[in-house]
């Protein structure tokens, strides 16, 4: 009797052995069968004045970054208060995002960081509406006395698991910098901000390191960049004028363009009876009406408001006539080098007070390791 007890018992080391791991896959096949997609915490920098600086260091994660997610809450303004024509977007002066070398990975002001490279650039929100920030949950609007809170993402990776960084060796992770714009930025008028403070919560979307296979994600290296550059010359009211991107040198699949007159704000610069043209090495690539570009934007990017004074080509149309997000082949990307010369044409531009006016483009261009994929990469 006791015998037959005492084979019953466990040992403390079987009673103790953790579970296994229960997501392995059989071997073979693409890095998303084999990774799973998690999210967790990098920081949380309360306290921020306006004109400050966030720079907290990012916080290793066992795998590989796809994007940043972003929620900066303003808190504390006291007054009725009438919001500058960027704002809340602009809470931001500038967000620059590099990798562990110093390469840089996104670089603009925060306008076009936080709303139009979520809006036009696929890579966080679809074009179900849910690429616009303000249809988000997350988004609370300024409220009378200029308090809100703005949700985004910088995006890393651009099509499913392509583009991503790695995340894994704390010694080895990129740097990311907010710039807190001033308070004559955001408010227009009636505001008081004595107390006005800025709280930054930085979460990140990442694929755990594969369990049991040996596999990477595609491409590991290969980067899109975002960096805002001024286009040249300025554009007077009605001129005729041919603008000079910068040198680029890698495949581009999203081209967004912001006009701004001389006291820094976003007008329309389009006429509505002449033609907007996009040039590749003084070619026309689109020879174009300023309503057809409007419709293609409805169509591409979905159903939501376009900002004053903003156009947006996009590349990532490769599966559909509106980009799909992550979806999408690289197929109709377009292939620069540093000899390419882009320019942007109307003639003559439009009419628009304060005069000249600037162009910028901030352009997303994919560097690849190698080789350039295109088609599935995960199939």
Not at 221 to 245: D, E, K, M, V, Y
Request: charged letters at 10%; a negative charge.
């Amino acid at each position: 009797m006791s015998m037959a007890y005492s084979n019953q018992q466990g040992t403390a080391q079987e009673a103790g052995r953790p579970q296994p791991q229960t997501t392995v896959e059989s071997a073979g096949g693409p890095f998303i069968r084999h990774s799973q997609r998690g999210r967790a915490p990098q920081y949380v920098v309360s306290g921020t004045a306006l004109n400050g600086i966030v720079t907290q260091p990012l916080v290793a994660r066992p795998g590989y970054f796809a994007n940043f997610r972003i929620y900066q809450t303003v808190s504390g303004t006291t007054g009725t208060v009438t919001m500058a024509a960027d704002a809340p977007y602009n809470l931001n002066s500038l967000i620059t995002l590099k990798d562990a070398f110093g390469t840089p990975i996104l670089v603009a002001d925060g306008f076009t960081a936080s709303y139009l490279i979520g809006l036009y650039g696929g890579g966080y929100g679809v074009n179900n509406g849910s690429n616009a920030m303000a249809n988000l949950p997350g988004y609370s609007a300024p409220s009378a006395a200029g308090n809100f809170t703005i949700d985004y993402a910088l995006p890393l990776e651009f099509a499913r698991g392509y583009g991503v960084l790695s995340g894994a060796n704390a010694s080895l992770l990129p740097t990311l910098q907010f710039n807190i714009n001033s308070s004559s930025a955001l408010y227009a008028s009636g505001a008081t901000v004595t107390a006005t403070q800025v709280q930054t919560t930085c979460d990140t979307d990442f694929y755990w390191l594969p369990e049991g296979a040996a596999v990477e994600p595609p491409g590991l290296g290969t980067t899109r960049q975002w960096i805002q550059q001024q286009l040249n010359p300025l554009i007077s009211s009605q001129s005729a004028a041919r603008l000079q991107f910068p040198r680029l040198g890698g495949y581009l699949d999203t081209i967004i363009l912001t006009f701004r007159d001389s006291t820094g704000v976003r007008v329309n610069p389009f006429s509505t009876t002449s033609r907007l043209q996009l040039y590749v090495d003084g070619v026309p690539l689109i020879d174009s009406t300023y309503a057809e570009l409007q419709d293609d934007m409805w169509i591409q990017f979905g159903a939501v408001a376009q900002p004053t004074g903003v156009v947006a080509f996009s590349r990532k149309t490769s599966l559909n006539q509106q980009s799909l997000g992550l979806l999408d082949t690289g197929e109709v990307y377009l292939s620069t080098n540093p000899g390419t010369l882009l320019e942007i044409s109307q003639s003559p531009w439009g009419t628009f007070s304060n005069s000249p006016g600037t162009m910028s483009a901030c352009i997303g261009q994919v560097v690849p390791t190698g080789a350039i994929i295109q088609g599935l990469p995960e199939l």
